[in-house]
């Protein structure tokens, strides 16, 4: 299931949906399996949605992350790490950045390059 809806709250360039689910896990051993990734990406696939971010408490299995990894574009993994810096206020360092392209290729030999000076 979907546990948040977000979208951008001023007219962006690119508008999106975006769904959310959080995963808890009571025993921090536990981890997020492939089995809740592919049911958390075939549910944002078939709504309209863009894009899919899935957050647990713990981590993530490494089945789990290859199973993100395969629908990228659709699927983000965020985990007990993330949420530390997201309550630390830390949306800025390197590791926020970690899936944002170098540049975006527009056109055959044409290439957007995407500033990163503001990463701590």
């Given at each position: ?98 899936e ?10 044409k ?10």
């Amino acid at each position: 299931g979907i546990d948040i809806v977000a979208w951008p709250e001023q007219d962006p360039m690119f508008p999106f949906l975006l769904a959310v689910q959080a995963k808890h896990h009571s025993n921090t051993r536990i981890k997020t399996g492939p089995r809740e990734v592919r049911e958390f990406r075939d549910v944002v696939e078939h709504l309209p949605f863009q894009a899919g971010l899935l957050v647990t408490n713990t981590t993530f299995t490494p089945d789990a992350k290859w199973a993100a990894s395969n629908r990228a574009h659709l699927v983000r993994l965020r985990d007990f790490e993330d949420l530390r810096r997201w309550i630390m206020g830390e949306f800025l360092d390197e590791a926020e950045w970690r899936e944002i392209p170098d540049y975006i290729e527009y056109a055959p030999g044409k290439k957007l390059w995407i500033p990163r000076k503001n990463v701590r």
